[in-house]
């Protein structure tokens, strides 16, 4: 079976006209289609949504339906505590905080060496056992970098740390009564060179720059000269005497008066044989020197 088009028979029947109206009858149905392609993709994506939210609550569980309810099959939220008794994310326990472990401060290498008064104040010899360093503090001093004085007593120092932790340092004199007196002190003998004494003693104010020396008080009465920051090679050194040692007398004339003890020194030149009364570590000692 041959099929014929005549071409002039189709010229006549595809008028413009009919050539508009087919096209548009052409795209009206391919937006249609379109659109119902669009529908049903929406409509099968809340439907997945829609079956997987429903799942969940029924694996969670959920209260029955309340009496009374204006739509039947309607479900209420789902319970808190059924959740929590099924346990689906697990045990529900407070995250205790973990606090940081304390770093332990490392004590002060201080102590209290002696204390005195001057000028209505009380001071504090404080030594840096670490540096065998010692100076003189009053109240809001800083001590070596290592804290600062709020108090100083008769017979103890109260520090105060950079942290705010309080420490007290305490002057362990208790002892000096009982010892001193209690025995004969014990008696050290050298020879000084004649030469370093004379030239050591021409120049007092240089001497009295080697060491420092403050008023010692016992039971509240001034017993002698506290010796402290005795500089390395001076003279008090090449004698023996020592930081903290306590100097009572000079041939038998007490150094309780510091007027008499300078008056002392400048009439050492003269002698040949001097004798040092001290107290060392709460313990009388006696040194004898033989000037040549």
Do not use: H
């Not at 529900?92 to 209290?112: C, F, G, I």
């Not at 008023?215 to 003279?235: E, H, N, Q």
Request: glycine share 6%; charged share 25%.
């Amino acid at each position: 079976m041959n099929l014929y088009l005549d071409p002039i028979a189709i010229n006549r029947y595809l008028t413009p006209q009919r050539v508009s109206l087919i096209a548009l009858w052409v795209e009206r149905s391919l937006w249609l289609f379109c659109l119902l392609a669009l529908s049903y993709t929406l409509y099968s994506s809340i439907s997945t949504v829609l079956g997987t939210k429903t799942l969940i609550l029924d694996r969670a569980g959920s209260v029955p339906i309340e009496q009374g309810s204006a739509e039947r099959g309607t479900r209420t939220k789902p319970s808190v505590e059924i959740i929590s008794s099924r346990n689906i994310f697990g045990p529900l326990t407070a995250r205790e905080k973990q606090e940081a472990p304390k770093v332990a401060k490392p004590p002060l290498s201080l102590a209290l060496i002696g204390t005195f008064l001057s000028q209505g104040g009380l001071y504090a010899i404080i030594e840096d056992t670490k540096k065998t360093e010692q100076d003189v503090f009053s109240s809001g001093d800083s001590v070596f970098g290592e804290a600062s004085v709020v108090e100083v007593l008769s017979e103890k120092v109260t520090l105060k740390r950079d942290d705010g932790e309080i420490i007290t340092l305490i002057l362990d004199d208790s002892a000096s009564s009982s010892s001193a007196g209690s025995s004969a002190p014990s008696v050290e003998s050298m020879v000084v060179n004649k030469a370093e004494l004379d030239e050591a003693l021409s120049n007092l104010p240089l001497l009295l720059t080697q060491a420092r020396a403050v008023p010692y008080f016992k039971d509240g009465k001034s017993v002698g000269l506290r010796l402290f920051a005795i500089k390395s090679g001076s003279m008090f050194e090449t004698i023996g005497l020592k930081n903290g040692d306590i100097l009572k007398s000079i041939n038998g004339t007490s150094l309780a008066d510091i007027t008499q003890a300078v008056k002392l020194f400048e009439e050492l030149r003269n002698e040949r044989s001097i004798s040092v009364q001290v107290e060392r570590n709460r313990e009388d000692k006696e040194f004898q020197y033989q000037i040549r």
